[in-house]
């Protein structure tokens, strides 16, 4: 879908007809703010946050952020965005996803150095796609070091090996 | 159909209307299962992959929204995709 724009004025009223009588009918105590993210590094990359607050922000951030997330690809889907611009939307709520991009960010720092001094590949546990952009992303430029991902979702995982050695 | 189980019928209908490409053919009914209240969800055939999602993952946060309203309720949900319309 290439004429999605992203820019809050197009989306924020299909987000929003969606999401009132979703969050209506289930009676959750939410409301949320569209806006677009201006400060982006190349970690925090999408264009507009979804960002959640009241008395049931605790609910959607129950189970590693569970409602939140499912809230998020229900709407994604809804709309009809593909794939891969699904990066460009993020629901929030007290900085829960922007948080978890600066830990991953700073796990992958660290499992870096970590390969560096081993010599031998650091694999992370499972996560989520857009978790594993993140951990491609922060060692991307990295001199000494490379990642992929291996297994099948939901499982898939990245490595971080060193560079030139191919490990498997 | 007490008000609670209006609001989830309700909930999943909504839902599943933004989802399909015909709305009109979207069917949600309740019933008092043997563990839970069931609620039941028929769309067009065609439209069943957009209620299933990539990897079941629409269809998995559906639950998990019926999750979030049943403990919000102290009543179990719990839904049931009907893959054909017999």
């Known amino acids: ?168 | 159909m007490d008000r609670d189980t209006e609001a989830v019928v309700e909930l999943v209908e909504v839902i599943a209307k933004a989802l399909v490409d015909k709305p009109d053919d979207v069917v949600v009914e309740a019933f008092e299962g043997r563990h839970s209240r069931v609620v039941e969800l028929s769309v067009d055939s065609a439209d069943i992959g957009k209620i299933i999602g990539k990897k079941g993952r629409t269809a998995k946060s559906i639950r998990t929204l019926l999750g979030a309203v049943s403990m919000k309720l102290d009543r179990r949900y719990t839904l049931e995709i009907l893959e054909d319309d017999d």
């Open chain 1, 1 to 168: 879908m290439s004429s999605v724009k992203w820019t809050v004025d197009a989306l924020a009223p299909k987000i929003e007809d969606f999401l009132e009588p979703v969050l209506d009918a289930a009676d959750f105590d939410l409301d949320y703010d569209i806006y677009a993210i201006e400060e982006k590094s190349e970690f925090i990359s999408p264009d507009i946050a979804v960002d959640f607050g009241g008395d049931d922000v605790e609910l959607l951030l129950r189970q590693r952020g569970e409602l939140l997330l499912a809230l998020e690809q229900l709407t994604l889907e809804a709309l009809r965005i593909p794939h891969e611009d699904r990066y460009r939307i993020v629901f929030d709520a007290n900085d829960y996803r922007m948080l978890r991009i600066e830990e991953l960010r700073l796990s992958a720092e660290t499992a870096a150095q970590q390969v560096l001094a081993t010599g031998r590949p650091f694999e992370f546990g499972p996560m989520t796609s857009r978790e594993r952009r993140i951990i491609h992303l922060a060692l991307r430029g990295h001199g000494a070091v490379t990642t992929r991902s291996e297994g099948a979702p939901p499982q898939r995982y990245a490595v971080v090996y060193l560079k030139g050695a191919e490990s498997k």
